[in-house]
């Protein structure tokens, strides 16, 4: 009797650094999808893991393919941290025994060499429209300094809890999180962070009269459009066009990067937007951006499900006044990111930060 050809082929995964996490396999045959339930292997005991191709013929050529725990931030790595070549099978044989000696978590750790460089542009920068001063800092990457490159930029709300070790509530780790996505050939930005006003911060970032009161946000805004926008780009490399300039920021932070992007879309065209308080302004009003002439924004919007009992609703009710807006159609593209165990914290807005700066600057998807 003639033996039947085995038609499909076996991968198998030996890791000594498991976790709970499961294993995808992102490769060329899924358009590198990292969280592809079909290519999700099959957890035979710790550290070992099996996955059957299916019998197609596009299957039985070269694969080209990389492991992940769901995610770039996720990725295998070798033993000493080093991100690693794309794996390729093209042996002809039925099966295939691959090793990953770790793996990524949140996208760290990372290489030292590859950090930015952290400018101090001011100890005491000028506000004139709210007539105080600010610290205010530029993230510059690794090799700004021995490039000719001009580079998007981003300006963020919060400089205290982005890169500050010592910051109370923890911080987003943007120093650590961008020299990551140096390596993989993403993230070539420069980020300008501005230090809150501390006690004054929730007066500075509430625009207009909101259930907090009367706020400084728009001379606030005005600020960053009209003064330290026009310095920023007259001191370094920079793409000073709006569809490279970003801004954003997390809890008032995020709601003050809302209306500074709808207010100014002649200014920025990425928006970085994690969980915005837009209790604050429940019935926040749209009508004023019939008056303005729309151009094409990205907007990456975040919340977390255990951030509180509105948080989700609010965001999600926003994104659909946003995408319903006659004015805004085709316009505004907006991703959505809930992450239902998210808390209002500076842990998960740091997993975010990577994940929304490549989608914002160095992806051209949709959503």
Known sequence: MKETAISTRKLILKTPDDDDRP?????????????????????IE???YEF?????EKFK?????????????????????????NRIWDDGKDSRIEKVAKWRKNWLPYRPSQLPQIHLISEEFEIPQLNKTRKVWALLPHDYDTSTEEYPVLYLQDAQNLFNENADYGNWQIDKKLAV?????IGKIIIIAIEHGETERL???????????????????????????????QKFRTKPEREFTGIGGSSMGGLVSIFAGLIYPEVFGKLMVFSPSLWVIPKIKLGFLDFFDPQETRLYLYAGGDESETMVKHVTKFRKRLLKRESLQGKMKVRLS???QGKHNESY???????????????????
């Open 23 to 43: 294993v995808y396999i992102s490769g060329d045959f899924n358009d590198w999808a990292t969280q592809d339930f079909h290519f999700k292997m099959n957890k």
């Open 46 to 48: 710790t550290g070992k």
């Open 52 to 56: 059957e191709f299916p019998d197609q």
């Open 61 to 85: 050529g070269k694969l080209t393919y990389k492991f992940t725990k769901g995610d770039w931030s996720e990725v295998e790595i070798d033993r000493y941290g080093n991100r690693t070549p």
């Open 181 to 185: 996505m140096s390596d993989y050939g």
């Open 203 to 233: 007066q500075e970032y509430n625009v207009g009269r909101t259930v907090l009161g009367k706020g400084d946000g728009k001379q606030y805004i005005r600020f960053i459009t009209d003064t330290l926008k026009p310095f920023v780009d």
């Open 338 to 340: 809930i992450n239902e």
């Open 349 to 367: 807005w740091s997993d975010e930060f990577p994940k929304a700066i490549e989608w914002l600057f160095f992806s051209d998807k949709s959503e």
